[in-house]
């Protein structure tokens, strides 16, 4: 299995910039389809970007295209998410997920990943 630790949350205005890191251990890294995920209080876990294996394909939330941009370094088993022009609504708790099983496209949904980071808090206030 594959254990993941999260970093890069923290506090941010509106219209600030913010890079989370998923650095992996265990296994081995470029198996793995990559995603982030956020979870804001009272709602449910959303999708926010994937990337596959090679980090030739991603996808993105609708609200996020254009403003987040997901990437990975095999060589030192990281995955990023880089946040520009954060908005109030982008607050919510973010995690890093992998998905073992997938190879063509990141899958959208939280029961296709099978190892998930602790969260780390993204807060952007006005």
């Known amino acids: 299995q594959v254990q993941l630790v999260e970093s890069g949350g923290g506090l941010v205005q509106a219209g600030d910039s913010l890079r989370l890191s998923c650095a992996a251990s265990?296994?081995?890294?470029?198996?793995?389809?990559m995603g982030w995920f956020r979870q804001a209080p009272r709602k449910e876990r959303e999708f926010v970007a994937g990337?596959?294996?090679?980090?030739?394909?991603?996808n993105y939330k609708d609200s996020v295209k254009g403003r987040f941009t997901i990437s990975r370094d095999n060589a030192k088993n990281t995955v990023y998410l880089q946040m520009n022009s954060l908005k109030l609504e982008d607050t919510a708790v973010y995690y890093c997920?992998?998905?073992?099983?997938?190879?063509?496209?990141?899958?959208?949904?939280?029961?296709?990943?099978?190892?998930w980071g602790q969260g780390t808090q993204v807060t952007v206030s006005a």
């Open positions: 997920a992998a998905d073992e099983n997938d190879y063509y496209f990141p899958r959208r949904i939280p029961v296709e990943y099978d190892y």
């Open positions: 265990g296994g081995i890294f470029s198996r793995y389809v």
């Open positions: 990337i596959t294996r090679a980090g030739g394909n991603t």
